[in-house]
């Protein structure tokens, strides 16, 4: 893949509706002739987010697919499923983890993803995962994407890609990012709080992280600016 410019081939972004992931559908955009987004309805607190990646996916010129998958719908220990669960508290199964960790998410993800890629002749899969600023999810980190990639490639003899642009960047990195890439008017409308709230509730872990980026970045926030 070049460095630099537009290599005529095509990518599917994993594509959440939030900061992280517009800034990766804005990179792949200059990395890839054709992008299309994929977007995932796991029973999560809200669907805020999915009404944004679908907005953010029409306003960058990239097509939008939204796949319902109701595997989690059991897993009702976890803070992002179950709204009676404390977003600031710590995981009930293992307590080094945050509440908000959903075991097995971006295997199930990535697996879903590299599917729909394969049907499309899509070999490129970019995820917004950072092991900076990544709230303690095993699955985020770069050993993890690493052992899917190799687990993909074999299980569908395909040579999947995996790229994730911001895995050594924080938050403050991340906005940046955003700017060179001309993102940050794109980023009025991408949502993240935890508690489906807009621009934020303010208080949820998510909302936090990402204040924390943008002030150390010196940059007012476009979501709450237009609020």
Known sequence: MKK????????????????????????????FGHVETLSFDYGQRHRIELKSAKKIARLAGAGNTAIKIKEFEALKHNALLDKK????????????????????????????AAAFAYTRGIKDIVIGVSQVDYSGYPDCRAEFIRAMEKTLNLGMECPVKIHTPLIKLDKKQTVQLAIKLGAMEMMAFTHTCYEGKKPGCGRCPACVLRKKGFDEAGVKDPAVEGN
């Open 4 to 31: 630099n410019g537009n290599d005529g081939t095509k990518a599917l972004v994993l594509l959440s509706g939030g900061q992280d992931s517009t800034t990766c559908l804005f990179w792949a955009k200059k990395k």
């Open 85 to 112: 669960i404390n977003l600031k508290g710590r995981d009930s199964v293992n307590k080094k983890l945050p509440a908000s960790f959903v075991p097995g998410r971006n295997i199930l993800f990535l697996t879903v």
